[in-house]
C-alpha cells in the first residue's frame, strides 16, 4: 500500500504541473511498453478527472518495479523545459456549448494540438512545438479545418455548438434582459477569463436593459463584441479596448518594456493590467521586426498581437483591436515597424484575417455558424458596407482527386460494346413490402394494381433527388431497385452512372458501381478501399490523398451494389458485428454490416439492385425508398429492336426482324424482359441471313436451342456437358460466377468465352467468368438435368417444383429450369438435344420422359395454388406434347381464382391459350394480379370467360379504352361479364373507385345508345366496409352517397375488427337511404360508437325497412336506457324481423324490461341476444325464463 502511495504521489505531481504534454508523454511510453492497449490509452486520454488519472496510472505502474521510476523520470527529462498550459486534457472537444466557452484551454494550443491528429486515426501523434514558440502557419489552419470536416465526431460536436449558437444568438423571442443574463454568465467567465475582475460600471450595464436607440446594429451579438475597460493578457493574446479609433489602443509600459511574467501564458490566471494615462503613445510599443497587419473588424476573436510564418505572406505579425479604423490609421509611426492593411476577402465575411475560415472551408457547418452576424445586418464596423456574399462552392480539389474523378468519369462514359451498348431506358414504379400470404412473418412485395402504379417520372436525376427528400443531415440512405432477372437492373444500374459522369447528377462527387458476384468470395478480407475502387467497372488505382477525400465527404458519394441478392448471408446484415475502422481489414460481412449500420460512409447513398427472394426484404424493410423495375413496354420493344438493327447493312432488317417476333405471341409477351428480348434479336439476325423462309420457335425452350445449336457443334468434346453441370453446381450454391481451374480444360474455356456462353468478370480479383444471362445458366442447368445419368428417373419430378415437399423443399433458385427442363425432355429430339449433343446423348432423355409423361398426368391441376397452376400451364406449354397438353386443360377448375398472384404478360398469354383450348365457360378472379391493359381485355374477352372479377379501377380503364377504340361489341361484352359480387371495402381508394362505378353508370344510363344499368352494380348483394377507426368515419358519407344505386343490396355489414366507429352522424346519414334499400335483409352495426341519439335517429328509419330486414345487430356499441327504450318502441312494427342482436352496450335493467316487454308482442322474431355486464345476472336469467327467444351467450 505504501509503495502504491508512493507511485500515486509521484503521479499527482506530474499531473499538478499542468503541462499536458509530459501526461501524454508518459501513456504513450506505457503503452509503447505494452502496458495499455490501444483502447485504454485513449480512454485515459480523454479522463477528464485528474484524480481518477492518477489513481488509473497508479495502478498501471504498481508492480513493476522500479519501472516506474525510470517512466516517470523519462517524462519529466524529456518535456522538462516546456512552457506550461491550461487544459488538462487536450482530446476531442466534447460536450456543449457552454463547456467550450467555460473551457480554460489556450486557442492556440488547441490549434497546435489539432494540428498533429490525423485523420485516418493513426496510433501515434507526434509533439507539436510550444505555442508561444511555435508561429502560425497557413497551411497548418488549412489542414487542422480539413481534419475537423474529415473527423465526424469532431464535425458532430462543431455542428452541436452551430445548433446552440443559432438557437441562442437568433432567437427572436429572446429580448435584453435575458441576453445580459446569459452574457453575465458566459461573457465574464467563458470568454474573457475566469481571474478577470469586471468593473463595476459593466457589472452595472449588465443588468439594465438599454433602450432600443441604445442597442447597436447587430444587437443579437452586441456582448460578443464588447472588451475589457483596461487591457489584460490571457495566454498567448494582448487583449484591450479601441475606445480611440484614430489610435492604436494605450498598453502599459510594463509590459513594453520587460518579458512577460510565467503566469501571464495561463488563461485562467489572467490579470489585469494598470491602466495608462489617456496619452499614451503607440510608439512606446516593442514590436517584433518586420511588418505588422492590424485587424479591426475580428470581434469574434481576441485582440493582441499574432505572430505569423508561412510562405508568401509577407508579414510577421497580426495586431487584433476591437473598433472602427479607417485606412488613415493604420499605419504606425516612421519609427516603428511598417504596418500594411489587408482587404477583406469576400468568402470570409467580417474578418480581414488570412486565417479565419471561410464558408467553402467548413461545407459541413451550418450558415449560421460561418458568420458572426444575423442576415441582413451590417458591420457595424464598417458602415455603409453591405455583407459580402458567402461562396457557396466546394473548396478546391487536390490534384489527385481531380485527376482520379476524371478518370473515374471517363470510365463509366464509355460506351460498352456489342449488344451490352445497346441502351433503352427501362421504367421505375415506385414499390412497397406488405405481409405475406403465408404463415410466416416475411414481407412481400406488394402487387398494386395497374392503375395504381406510380411510374418514377423525370428520369434517373429525379428518381435520385425524389428519393433523397426529406433526408436527415449525415444519414445513409438506402434506395432499392427490385426485378426478376432479366428485368434490366443491372442496366439501370450502368445508366445510373453513365448519368453521373455526363453531369446529370451534380449531388455526387463520386459514384461507384459493385457487382455483388465480384465480392462473394468466402475466407477474403476486405478493406473499405476494395469495396469502393479495387471492385468497381475496372480496378481502379486509388491513394492515399483520394481515399482520405472521400471519407471526408461521404454524403456525395453514391454507392452501387448490382446484383445484392447473390451475396450470401445478406439478411445479417443489419445485426451483425460492422464495428470495423476504415484503415481496417475484415471481413465481407462486417465490412458491408458496418455499411448498413451507418457506421462506415455515414451519409452516403446506398443504391441496392436485387431480386426480391429469400429473406431480403429483412433489408428491404429498413430501405428509405423502393422502386421495381417495370420491364419493356411494347414500344421500348420495338425500339429495343430497331436499335440492334440500326447498323445492320440490309435496311428492312428492323421490320423483318419485329415481323418475326409479332408471329409467335408467346415470345412477344417474353419480349417484356430486355435479355430474353436481345436473345430474340440475336437469333433473328441470325435467321434472317437465312432468308425469307425462316421463323422463330414458339418456345424459350427453341430459342435457346437455336442460339446455343451453332456453337455446340464446334464444342471441344464434354465442354457442353462440363459447363451445364457447373451452371447446375453453382446454381444450387446461389451463384452465377466460374473461377480459374473449374471448367474442364482451357479449351473449353476459350470455347465458352469465344460462344458468348461465359464472359470475363469485370474488376474481379481473380480470372473469375460469368454467365452471359441468368436464363443461359438456367438453360444449361435444365441440359444437365436431361443428359446426366447421375439423376435417377424418380428424383427427376422433384425438380420440376410443382408438388410442394414437407421434407427437403427442392430451393428454386434456378427458377426458369423446370419449364426449360420439360421443353428438352418433350420436345422432338432432332430440333432440340439432337441440335445441342450427339445422337446416342440424346437417346439418354428417352427414360426420363417417360417418368416425367407419368408424373404430369398424374397431378391434378384443380388442387394446385394459383403459382404452381402457371409454372404447370409453362411446362406444359414447352413441352408441345399434345397428351400433356390436353390432360391440364380438361382438368382446369370451372373457376379460377388467382388473387393476390402476380401476372406477367408471359403467364396470362399462356393461361388464354389454354383457356381457349379447354372449350368450356370460366369465372375468373384477377384482383390483386397486377395484370397489364393488354393481357387484361386478351382474358375476359374470351369467348369461354362467362364472368371476371378485376380491380375496378383497371377494369373501367379498359372501358374507357375500348370506347376510345370504337370497339363497341367488345366493351358490352366485358361490362356484362364484370362482377364486384361481393364487395369490401377495406381502403379509401376501395371506395372511392365503388363511387366511380356508380357515377359510370349514371352516365350509362343517361345515353341512349347504352342498355340499362351495370350489371356489377344492378346485381350487388352483399357489401362489407371495413375501414377502421381513422378512415371509418372519413370515408362512410361516401359510401352512404352511393347506397342508394345498389338496388339489389341484400346484406350491408358495417362491422369490422378494427371498428369503423361511423358514430351517430354516420347512423343518420345511413337512415336517410333507407327507403331506397328495399332488398336489404341484414344490416351489421356492430362497434360504431352508437349511443342514445343514433339508436333514436335508427328507430325512428327502421319502419322503411320493415318488409325486407330479417337480421339487425348493433353489438358493442353505447346504447343506453334511452336507446333500447326507442328500439322497445319500434320492434313490433318490424314484420320480418327474425334477429335482433344488442349484446355488450349500456342499457341496465329498465332497457332490458322494455326490450323483454316487446318481445312479447313479436311472435316473428326467432332470438333477442341482449347479454351486456350492466345488467345483473339474475334479472338476464329471470328475463330469459320468461321468453326463451332471449339469449345470453
Known amino acids: 500500500m505504501d509503495h502504491f502511495q508512493a507511485i500515486l504521489a509521484q503521479v499527482r505531481t506530474l499531473l499538478s504541473s499542468h503541462q499536458p504534454r509530459r501526461v501524454r508523454a508518459l501513456l504513450d511510453v506505457l503503452r509503447e511498453e505494452e502496458l495499455l492497449s490501444r483502447e485504454y490509452h485513449g480512454a485515459l486520454l480523454l479522463e477528464p478527472d485528474g484524480e481518477a488519472l492518477a489513481r488509473k496510472i497508479s495502478l498501471t505502474l504498481l508492480g513493476k518495479g522500479d519501472l516506474h521510476l525510470a517512466l516517470l523520470g523519462g517524462a519529466e527529462r524529456d518535456h522538462g523545459g516546456t512552457g506550461q498550459c491550461a487544459a488538462m486534457d487536450l482530446g476531442p472537444l466534447e460536450g456543449s456549448y457552454l463547456e467550450l466557452l467555460h473551457s480554460s484551454a489556450d486557442p492556440l494550443h488547441l490549434y497546435h494540438f489539432y494540428d498533429q491528429m490525423d485523420l485516418a486515426g493513426e496510433e501515434e501523434i507526434e509533439p507539436c512545438s510550444e505555442p508561444d514558440t511555435d508561429n502560425i502557419n497557413c497551411d497548418q489552419f488549412s489542414r487542422l479545418l480539413c481534419d475537423i470536416e474529415g473527423d465526424e465526431e469532431t464535425r458532430e460536436a462543431y455542428a452541436n455548438i452551430a445548433e446552440l449558437d443559432q438557437y441562442v444568438f437568433q432567437d427572436s423571442q429572446l429580448e435584453g434582459l435575458s441576453r445580459d443574463i446569459f452574457m453575465e454568465h458566459i461573457g465574464s467567465d467563458g470568454v474573457l477569463g475566469e481571474g478577470l475582475e469586471v468593473p463595476a460600471d459593466a457589472e452595472q450595464r449588465s443588468q439594465k436593459r438599454p433602450f432600443s436607440e441604445e442597442h447597436p446594429t447587430d444587437l443579437k451579438h452586441r456582448k460578443l463584441a464588447e472588451v475589457p475597460a483596461v487591457p489584460i493578457v490571457t495566454g498567448s493574446f494582448l487583449v484591450g479596448p479601441a475606445s480611440n479609433p484614430p489610435t492604436l489602443p494605450s498598453l502599459p509600459a510594463a509590459l513594453f518594456h520587460q518579458e512577460p511574467a510565467p503566469s501571464q501564458s495561463h488563461p485562467e490566471k489572467a490579470v489585469p493590467l494598470p491602466e495608462p494615462s489617456s496619452g499614451a503613445a503607440v510608439s512606446r510599443l516593442h514590436l517584433p521586426a518586420g511588418p505588422i497587419q492590424i485587424v479591426s473588424v475580428l470581434p469574434a476573436l481576441p485582440q493582441g498581437l499574432w505572430h505569423i510564418s508561412g510562405p508568401s505572406t509577407g508579414l510577421s505579425s497580426v495586431f487584433i483591436c476591437h473598433g472602427e479604423m479607417s485606412p488613415t490609421s493604420q499605419a504606425l509611426p516612421s519609427s516603428g515597424p511598417a504596418i500594411h492593411g489587408l482587404l477583406k476577402s469576400p468568402a470570409r465575411p467580417g474578418s480581414t484575417s488570412p486565417f479565419a475560415p471561410s464558408a467553402a472551408d467548413l461545407p459541413s457547418m451550418p450558415e449560421s455558424a460561418l458568420t458572426s452576424r444575423a442576415p441582413g445586418t451590417e458591420d457595424k464596423g464598417s458602415p455603409g458596407q453591405t455583407a459580402p456574399e458567402v461562396s457557396s462552392k466546394l473548396p478546391k480539389w487536390p490534384e489527385a482527386v481531380q485527376r482520379f474523378c476524371s478518370w473515374l468519369r471517363d470510365r463509366y462514359r464509355a460506351e460498352p460494346a456489342g449488344p451490352d451498348g445497346i441502351m433503352v431506358e427501362v421504367d421505375l414504379v415506385s414499390a412497397r413490402l406488405e405481409k405475406g400470404s403465408n404463415k410466416s412473418q416475411e414481407r412481400e412485395l406488394a402487387t398494386p394494381d395497374w392503375a395504381e402504379r406510380q411510374p418514377a417520372r423525370g428520369g434517373l436525376a429525379e428518381v435520385l433527388r425524389t428519393a433523397s427528400d426529406g433526408r436527415r443531415p449525415r444519414e445513409t440512405q438506402v434506395i432499392a431497385v427490385l426485378g426478376k432477372a432479366g428485368q434490366g437492373k443491372s442496366h439501370w444500374a450502368r445508366a445510373v452512372s453513365r448519368a453521373w459522369a455526363r453531369g446529370q447528377l451534380p449531388q455526387y462527387d463520386f459514384v461507384f458501381c459493385v457487382p455483388c458476384r465480384c465480392l462473394d468470395r468466402p475466407g477474403d478480407a476486405f478493406h473499405l478501399r476494395d469495396l469502393l475502387c479495387s471492385l ?75 431480386r426480391p427472394r429469400g429473406r431480403l426484404a429483412q433489408i428491404l424493410s429498413k430501405a428509405d425508398a423502393l422502386f421495381e423495375v417495370a420491364g419493356f413496354s411494347a414500344e421500348q420493344t420495338q425500339a429495343y429492336v430497331r436499335r440492334y438493327f440500326e447498323n445492320s447493312e440490309v435496311t428492312d432488317h428492323p421490320e423483318r426482324a419485329l415481323a418475326l417476333l409479332r408471329d409467335r405471341p408467346f415470345l412477344l409477351s417474353h419480349s417484356h424482359s430486355p435479355a ?49 453441370k457447373l451452371a447446375w453446381e453453382m446454381g444450387r450454391a446461389h451463384q452465377g460466377t466460374v473461377r480459374e481451374g473449374q471448367l474442364p480444360s482451357q479449351e473449353a474455356r476459350a470455347w465458352a468465352v469465344a460462344g458468348g456462353l461465359v464472359r470475363p468478370v469485370p474488376g474481379a480479383a481473380e480470372a473469375e467468368l460469368a454467365f452471359s444471362s441468368f436464363l443461359l445458366q438456367c438453360f444449361l442447368g435444365a441440359l444437365w438435368l436431361a443428359l446426366s445419368s447421375d439423376i435417377k428417373d424418380k428424383e427427376l419430378p422433384q425438380y420440376l417444383a410443382l408438388t410442394p415437399r414437407k421434407k427437403r423443399p427442392y430451393d428454386n433458385w434456378l427458377e426458369a429450369v423446370p419449364r426449360f427442363l420439360a421443353g428438352l425432355v418433350f420436345q422432338p429430339r432432332d430440333g432440340c438435344l439432337g441440335a445441342l449433343v450427339a445422337p446416342a446423348e440424346a437417346s439418354s432423355a428417352d427414360r426420363k420422359q417417360r417418368a416425367l409423361a407419368r408424373y404430369l398426368k398424374r397431378l391434378q391441376p384443380g388442387a394446385l395454388r394459383a403459382r404452381r397452376l402457371l409454372e404447370l400451364l409453362h411446362c406444359a406449354w414447352e413441352a408441345q406434347e399434345a397428351g400433356i397438353w390436353q390432360h391440364v386443360v380438361r382438368e382446369l377448375p370451372a373457376r379460377l381464382s388467382f388473387l393476390g398472384t402476380r401476372l406477367s404478360p408471359p403467364d396470362a398469354h399462356v393461361l388464354g391459350e389454354a383457356l381457349s383450348a379447354a372449350c368450356r365457360d370460366f369465372t375468373l378472379d384477377l384482383r390483386g394480379t397486377g395484370i397489364d391493359p393488354s393481357g387484361l381485355e386478351s382474358l375476359v374477352g374470351l369467348g369461354s370467360v362467362t364472368r371476371f372479377r378485376a380491380a375496378l379501377s383497371d377494369t373501367m380503364g379498359l372501358w374507357e379504352s375500348l370506347q376510345q377504340r370504337g370497339e363497341t361489341q367488345l366493351l358490352q361484352a366485358t361490362e356484362e361479364k364484370f362482377t364486384i359480387e361481393p364487395f369490401k371495402a377495406k381502403s379509401l381508394k376501395d371506395v372511392e373507385d365503388l363511387g366511380n362505378l356508380v357515377q359510370t353508370q349514371r352516365l350509362r344510363s343517361s345515353s341512349e345508345d347504352a342498355p340499362g344499368a351495370l350489371p356489377a352494380v344492378r346485381d350487388l348483394k352483399k357489401l362489407e366496409f371495413a375501414l377502421g377507426p381513422l378512415l371509418g368515419p372519413q370515408a362512410f358519407p361516401k ?114 324490461q322494455q326490450l323483454a316487454s316487446s318481445l312479447r308482442k313479436c311472435p316473428h322474431v326467432e332470438t333477442l341476444a341482449m347479454w351486456t355486464p350492466t345488467i345483473p345476472f339474475g334479472v338476464q336469467e329471470h328475463l330469459q325464463q320468461l321468453d326463451s327467444r332471449i339469449s345470453l351467450r
Open 536 to 610: 468497381g467497372p475496372q480496378p481502379l488505382a486509388v491513394d492515399d490523398v483520394v481515399f482520405r477525400h472521400i471519407l471526408r465527404r461521404p454524403d456525395r458519394v453514391l454507392l452501387t451494389l448490382d446484383a445484392f441478392e447473390e451475396l450470401e448471408a445478406h439478411d445479417g446484415f443489419l445485426h451483425g458485428s460492422g464495428g470495423q475502422a476504415p484503415a481496417e481489414r475484415g471481413s465481407l460481412r462486417g465490412l458491408l454490416a458496418a455499411v448498413f449500420q451507418r457506421k462506415l460512409l455515414r451519409g452516403c447513398t446506398l443504391l441496392l439492385t436485387a
Open 676 to 724: 430474353i428480348c436481345r436473345a430474340v434479336c440475336q437469333l433473328s439476325e441470325a435467321l434472317l441471313e437465312l432468308g425469307d423462309q425462316a421463323e422463330l420457335p414458339s418456345t424459350l425452350t427453341g430459342l435457346y436451342v437455336g442460339l446455343l445449336g451453332p456453337v455446340a457443334r464446334g464444342s471441344p468434346p464434354g465442354a457442353l456437358a462440363g459447363l451445364a
Open 1039 to 1152: 359510401l352512404a352517397k352511393i347506397l342508394p344505386a345498389f338496388s339489389s343490396l341484400q346484406h350491408l355489414d358495417l362491422d369490422s375488427l378494427s371498428e369503423n366507429k361511423i358514430g351517430d352522424q354516420g347512423v343518420a346519414q345511413l337512415a336517410a337511404v333507407f327507403p331506397q334499400l328495399k332488398a336489404l335483409e341484414t344490416l351489421n352495426l356492430s362497434q360504431n360508437s352508437i349511443t342514445d341519439v343514433g339508436a333514436c335517429q335508427l328507430a325512428e328509419a327502421l319502419p322503411s325497412l320493415a318488409a325486407s330486414l330479417l337480421r339487425l345487430s348493433l353489438y358493442n356499441n353505447s346504447i343506453c336506457d334511452l336507446g333500447a327504450e326507442s328500439l322497445a318502441r319500434v320492434l313490433p312494427d318490424m314484420v320480418s324481423l327474425r334477429v335482433l342482436d344488442v349484446q355488450y352496450n349500456k342499457f341496465t335493467t329498465v332497457g332490458a
